[in-house]
C-alpha cells in the first residue's frame, strides 16, 4: 500500500500546517505592532541587507573566485558542478537533490542554486539549515566570505550574539532577514511547535528557498514527519527544498523516506552525477577483518605521519588517546569529543589544520609533519579537514563514507588510505538502531566488490533502501498527533536530539573570567557569550558532584571546579561502565 496518501488523507494535514502558519503570522503581527508602539525605536533599526544585495555581491564574489583559476581535474569537475546548478536554479520551485562527491563545492553551488532561484521567482529569503552546530558555525563562516562580508543571520544555540548587529539580533525572533543560516533543530523543531514565541518565524518559509546540508544526518525516527511537512511547504506555500549531500538517501522510489516527496528535481543529471562521483575518487578503502587490540592499533597507525582516527564512543577515543599518548611514536596526538567544550574542539582543528599545512621553504617539501586525531563522530559530515590517511571503527555506512571526506579532501596525494576495523575491546555500540545499521553495514562489506566502490552513490542508496525498510520513519506516531491537531503533544514528541544532559562550564579560555562578571540574573546574550565552554553532562554526575566540585554559581549556571584536561576535556564526565 503506498504511503504517500489520498487527498482526504492529506486534507487534516493540511489543515493543520495552514492553521500553523496561520498562528505564525498573527503573533509576528502581534509582536510587531506592540513593539511598534512601545519602542519604536526598536522597530526601527529592524533592517539589513535586501536579496538582491546578497545576489550581486555574491556573483562579485564567484566572479573574482572563478577569475583565471588552475585548469586541474577538480577545478573542472566543480566548476561544471556549479554551473549546472545555476542553470537548474531556473527551473519550477519544488523539491532538488543536489548530491556530489566530497570536494565537489557542493556548499557554493547549492548557494548559487538558492540565490539564482530566488531571484528568478522573486522570493525574499533563503534558509540554509545543517545538522550540527559545528557544521552550522563553518556554514556560516564560509556563506559570510562568499557573500563578500555582508552580514547574515546565523541562529542556532552555538552562535555568539556578539556575532551579530543589532538588527540581526532582532531578525532573530521572525527570522525577517534574507539570508539565515541555521540548524536542523531550529528549522525543524520550529515547524512542530506550538508556542507563539517559537512559531512567529514560520510564515518566512514561505516563497523562500530552504537548503537542507548533509540531509541523510535527519534521524530515521522523525524522516516521515520530516519529509510530509517539507513537501507541504513546497506543495501549497510555494516553498524549494534543497536536499544536499555525499551519500545519497533514496529520496524517490518505493521506501518509506517517500511519505510525502512526489517528485524530486535532480540538479545533476545522472549520467553527470556518475561521471563527478569517479572522477572524485581519492581514497583506497581497506578492512581489518579480524578485531585490533588498541595496542595494536596504535603501532599500525603511528607508521603513518598523519592520521585521524574515528570511533564510535567517547570511551573508545579516549582508550585510544590514551595508547596514543604513552607512545614516543605519535609526538602530537590530539583529540576530538563531546567530552571537550566548543571552544577548546575549535582551537583543536585549528591546531590540527595547521599542521596538516605543507611547510614552507625548499627543504621541507613533501615532509608531512606529524599529527593523530582521535575523535568521536563530532568530526563527521562536513568539518571541512584533510588527512592522507583515516581510520573508522565500523559502524553505519554513512559514517564510515563521511570520514573517507575527510581523507585526501583536496587531492594532495595521488591516493588517499582509509582503513575499516572493530575493536577487539570496544564499548557497546550507543543504540539499538545504530547496531543494527552497523550489524547492515558489516553484511554489505562481505560482498565481492563493495570495498572498491564505497564511495559512489549506488552503496549509499541500496544501503538507505534497506534501511527505511528496516526502520520506522515516524517512530513517535508524530504525523497521526498532527492529524489530530494536537499541536501541544506534537511540540513534545518532536525533539530531534535526545539529550537530557545538562550544561556545566569549565576552566576552558575565558569562561571563569566571564562567569565572575555574570550578573545575577543573566541574559541570553551573557548565556551564549558563555556558551562556547560547556561539557554536557549526565544527571547522575550532578546528583554526584553537585555542593561540591560543581556548584551554581547562578541560577541554572553551574561551574565544574574540578580538573579539566588540556588534551581530553572533562574525562569525570565519562559514565563508569
Given at each position: 500500500m ?8 492529506r ?13 505564525s ?26 536579496l538582491?544585495?546578497?545576489i ?81 558555525t ?5 556563506t ?17 550574539a ?16 534574507a ?16 508556542h507563539p514565541?517559537?512559531v512567529?518565524k ?12 548533509e ?6 525516527a522523525?524522516t ?7 513537501e507541504q ?8 527544498i ?9 529520496v ?11 517528485h ?18 581519492r ?13 595494536d ?7 603513518e ?7 564510535n ?13 604513552a ?5 602530537f ?13 575549535n582551537?583543536v ?7 596538516l ?5 625548499k ?34 555506512l ?9 581523507c585526501?579532501?583536496e587531492f ?7 582503513l ?5 575491546e ?30 559512489q552513490p ?18 513517535h506516531q ?12 506534537v ?42 565552554y ?5 544527571q547522575?554526575?550532578?546528583d554526584?558532584?553537585?555542593?561540591g566540585?560543581l ?13 579539566y584536561?588540556?588534551?581530553?576535556g572533562?574525562r569525570a ?5
Amino acid at each position: 500500500m503506498s504511503t504517500r496518501g489520498t487527498r482526504s488523507t492529506r486534507a487534516p494535514l493540511d489543515l493543520e500546517l495552514h492553521t500553523r502558519l496561520l498562528l505564525s503570522a498573527l503573533a509576528d503581527a502581534d509582536f510587531l505592532d506592540t513593539e511598534a508602539y512601545r519602542r519604536p525605536h526598536v522597530a526601527a533599526a529592524r533592517q539589513g541587507p535586501t536579496l538582491p544585495q546578497f545576489i550581486q555581491a555574491f556573483r562579485a564574489s564567484i566572479q573574482s573566485l572563478h577569475h583565471d583559476p588552475p585548469d586541474t581535474a577538480l577545478n573542472v569537475i566543480r566548476r561544471d558542478i556549479f554551473d549546472t546548478a545555476v542553470h537548474a536554479a531556473h527551473g519550477p520551485t519544488g523539491v532538488y537533490q543536489l548530491t556530489t562527491p566530497t570536494g565537489g563545492g557542493k556548499t557554493r553551488a547549492s548557494l548559487a542554486f538558492a540565490l539564482e532561484h530566488a531571484a528568478y521567482h522573486q522570493f525574499d529569503r533563503v534558509v540554509i539549515a545543517a545538522p550540527f552546530n559545528s557544521i552550522t558555525t563553518q556554514t556560516a563562516r564560509v556563506t559570510r566570505d562568499l557573500l563578500g562580508g555582508l552580514p547574515i543571520l546565523e541562529h542556532h544555540s552555538a552562535a555568539p550574539a556578539e556575532r551579530l548587529p543589532f538588527p540581526f539580533r532582532l531578525a532573530a525572533e521572525n527570522w525577517d532577514a534574507a539570508v539565515i543560516v541555521t540548524s536542523f533543530v531550529q528549522l525543524l523543531e520550529s515547524l512542530h511547535a506550538a508556542h507563539p514565541g517559537r512559531v512567529r518565524k514560520l510564515h518566512r518559509l514561505a516563497r523562500s528557498v530552504i537548503i537542507l546540508d548533509e540531509v541523510q544526518a535527519i534521524p530515521v525516527a522523525f524522516t516521515g514527519p520530516v519529509v510530509r511537512m517539507l513537501e507541504q511547504l513546497s506543495e501549497t506555500y510555494g516553498t524549494t527544498i534543497l536536499l544536499c549531500t555525499a551519500t545519497p538517501p533514496a529520496v524517490q522510489g518505493h521506501t518509506p523516506f517517500l511519505t510525502g516527496f512526489r517528485h524530486v528535481h535532480p540538479v545533476l543529471a545522472p549520467d553527470q552525477q556518475e561521471r563527478h562521483f569517479q572522477g572524485l575518487r581519492r581514497v583506497t578503502f581497506t578492512r581489518e577483518v579480524r578485531p585490533i587490540t588498541w595496542a595494536d592499533l596504535t603501532k599500525r597507525l603511528t607508521r603513518e605521519a598523519q592520521t585521524l582516527t574515528v570511533l564510535n564512543t567517547r570511551a573508545d577515543a579516549l582508550a585510544l588517546l590514551d595508547h596514543f599518548l604513552a607512545t614516543d611514536a605519535a609526538p602530537f596526538t590530539r583529540h576530538l569529543s563531546t567530552l571537550q567544550c566548543g571552544a577548546h574542539r575549535n582551537d583543536v582543528l585549528q591546531e590540527v589544520k595547521a599542521r596538516l599545512q605543507p611547510q614552507e621553504g625548499k627543504d621541507a617539501l613533501n615532509v608531512l609533519r606529524p599529527v593523530h586525531l582521535i575523535s568521536t563522530q563530532v568530526i563527521e559530515a562536513g568539518v571541512d579537514i584533510d588527512f592522507p590517511f583515516t581510520a573508522r571503527a565500523l559502524g553505519p555506512l554513512p559514517s564510515l563514507i563521511q570520514t573517507a571526506g575527510r581523507c585526501n579532501r583536496e587531492f594532495k596525494h595521488a591516493r588517499g588510505t582509509m582503513l575499516i576495523f572493530e575493536p577487539a575491546e570496544g564499548t557497546p555500540l550507543p543504540s539499538d538502531e545504530y547496531r543494527d545499521l552497523t550489524a547492515h553495514t558489516r553484511t554489505l562489506l562481505a560482498q565481492p566488490g563493495v570495498l572498491d566502490t564505497l564511495d559512489q552513490p549506488g552503496v549509499s542508496e541500496a544501503f538507505y533502501a534497506t534501511m527505511y525498510q528496516r526502520l520506522q520513519t515516524d517512530a513517535h506516531q508524530i504525523l497521526e498527533q498532527r492529524r489530530q491537531q494536537n499541536f501541544a503533544t506534537v511540540e513534545k514528541l518532536f525533539q530531534l536530539i535526545d539529550d537530557n544532559r545538562t550544561p556545566v562550564h569549565v576552566n576552558y579560555g575565558e569562561c571563569f573570567p566571564l562567569l565572575e562578571r555574570l550578573p545575577a540574573e543573566p541574559g541570553m546574550s551573557d548565556l551564549r557569550a558563555l556558551s562556547g565552554y560547556t561539557v554536557g553532562v549526565n544527571q547522575s554526575f550532578v546528583d554526584c558532584h553537585l555542593g561540591g566540585l560543581l556548584r551554581e554559581v547562578r541560577p541554572g549556571v553551574l561551574r565544574w571546579d574540578g580538573e579539566y584536561d588540556k588534551v581530553a576535556g572533562l574525562r569525570a564526565a565519562l559514565p563508569v561502565r
